[in-house]
């Protein structure tokens, strides 16, 4: 049977794009939703209020000394973003037999959402370098509200001066999440100069779409950045990587009331489960980190013991972190 060239290679044409749209399309940001308060926004900046601590319980001996309950400012700026342009020539997309340049504008939100989800990763993993709601860096060593180190290092058996990392996220504040994404403009359709006269006498379109949101920080101390050098073995994640993040935690102190108090951890009475501790690693440790909290026993020394944090977290690798 004769075979018709061009029907072939036409197919031929749509298989192949087809399939470099599909890897495209299989490319997705980590899931953020988890840890991530997605709040309405109505202006350009969004003004977010957090109070003085109360003192504590304190035997009464006649005199009760007045402590002023204060509030204090956190601001969040929404900034514009812009998936595009893309510019089209009319004569292309005329003669576009195959529709591919047709899927690909349409494809422009779709793709524009998920790049948002990259923008909340980014802004978490970029929070040794910006400030939380005390005027500190998210993760850092010291913080102006509150007591507690969230800027963690751990060096490795192993010789190979690789560098990981892992954010662990503490999610049992059921109220407010670690990142804050204020949502001032949702992604927009499909946006085209293709009927004006500009684009008619110039030949080309253009496409795009656009959005305003504003990306902060939850609390500080909900949340740790630990830098890891030399990469560890499942066993070592087990018994000092995790153990090291989770007692971590249960070391943070919330401000004081007033001078003499003594300091409330954040998370003392905390037990992990995998619905309130998120560990975000970067690429290199997914299998490590996923295989270790999936381990019912782990090895140290000649000796095998039960992993108590089996099943005790949630894996999100990302290559935000890388």
Same mark, same amino acid.
């Given at each position: 049977?004769?075979?018709?060239?061009?029907?072939?290679?036409?197919?031929?044409?749509?298989?192949?794009?087809?399939?470099?749209?599909?890897?495209?399309?299989?490319?997705?940001?980590?899931?953020?939703?988890?840890?991530?308060?997605?709040?309405?926004?109505?202006?350009?900046?969004?003004?977010?209020?957090?109070?003085?601590?109360?003192?504590?319980?304190?035997?009464?001996?006649?005199?009760?000394?007045?402590?002023?309950?204060?509030?204090?400012?956190?601001?969040?700026?929404?900034?514009?973003?812009?998936?595009?342009?893309?510019?089209?020539?009319?004569?292309?997309?005329?003669?576009?037999?195959?529709?591919?340049?047709?899927?690909?504008?349409?494809?422009?939100?779709?793709?524009?959402? !998920? @790049?948002?989800?990259?923008?909340? %990763?980014? =802004?978490?993993?970029?929070?040794?370098?910006?400030?939380? /709601?005390?005027?500190?860096?998210?993760?850092?060593?010291?913080?102006?509200?509150?007591?507690?180190?969230?800027?963690?290092?751990?060096?490795?058996?192993?010789?190979?001066?690789?560098?990981?990392?892992?954010?662990?996220?503490?999610?049992?504040?059921?109220?407010?999440?670690?990142?804050?994404?204020?949502?001032?403009?949702?992604?927009?359709?499909?946006?085209?100069?293709?009927?004006?006269?500009?684009?008619?006498?110039?030949?080309?379109?253009?496409?795009?779409?656009?959005?305003?949101?504003?990306?902060?920080?939850?609390?500080?101390?909900?949340?740790?950045?630990?830098?890891?050098?030399?990469?560890?073995?499942?066993?070592?994640?087990?018994?000092?990587?995790?153990?090291?993040?989770?007692?971590?935690?249960?070391?943070?102190?919330?401000?004081?009331? !007033? @001078?003499?108090?003594?300091?409330? %951890?954040? =998370?003392?009475?905390?037990?992990?489960?995998?619905?309130? /501790?998120?560990?975000?690693?970067?690429?290199?440790?997914?299998?490590?980190?996923?295989?270790?909290?999936?381990?019912?026993?782990?090895?140290?020394?000649?000796?095998?013991?039960?992993?108590?944090?089996?099943?005790?977290?949630?894996?999100?690798?990302?290559?935000?972190?890388?």
């Amino acid at each position: 049977m004769a075979v018709d060239v061009n029907a072939f290679s036409a197919m031929a044409r749509t298989e192949f794009m087809a399939g470099k749209m599909a890897a495209e399309n299989n490319v997705v940001p980590a899931n953020y939703q988890s840890f991530t308060s997605i709040v309405p926004s109505t202006t350009k900046v969004e003004t977010h209020l957090y109070m003085s601590s109360l003192p504590r319980l304190y035997r009464f001996k006649g005199y009760s000394p007045s402590v002023r309950m204060t509030d204090y400012e956190y601001t969040v700026t929404n900034l514009p973003y812009r998936m595009g342009p893309i510019t089209v020539s009319k004569d292309d997309l005329d003669d576009d037999k195959a529709g591919g340049y047709l899927q690909m504008i349409n494809g422009l939100p779709a793709s524009g959402q !998920k @790049d948002i989800g990259w923008e909340v %990763l980014g =802004h978490l993993a970029d929070g040794t370098s910006k400030p939380c /709601f005390d005027g500190t860096n998210y993760f850092a060593n010291t913080h102006a509200v509150g007591t507690g180190d969230n800027l963690d290092t751990a060096n490795m058996a192993a010789s190979d001066a690789g560098v990981t990392k892992i954010i662990a996220l503490n999610l049992s504040n059921s109220l407010f999440k670690p990142v804050l994404f204020q949502d001032r403009e949702p992604l927009s359709g499909l946006q085209t100069d293709a009927e004006t006269p500009q684009a008619a006498k110039q030949k080309e379109y253009e496409y795009w779409s656009d959005c305003r949101f504003g990306l902060g920080y939850g609390y500080w101390w909900d949340a740790i950045h630990l830098t890891i050098t030399d990469l560890p073995t499942v066993d070592e994640i087990v018994e000092t990587i995790i153990p090291q993040l989770v007692n971590r935690f249960r070391t943070f102190a919330l401000p004081v009331g !007033k @001078d003499g108090d003594d300091a409330r %951890l954040v =998370h003392e009475n905390w037990v992990p489960t995998a619905d309130n /501790f998120t560990l975000l690693c970067s690429m290199p440790l997914a299998e490590i980190v996923t295989t270790a909290v999936n381990r019912t026993q782990y090895k140290t020394g000649s000796s095998t013991l039960d992993n108590i944090y089996y099943q005790k977290a949630t894996v999100i690798p990302t290559s935000s972190l890388n």
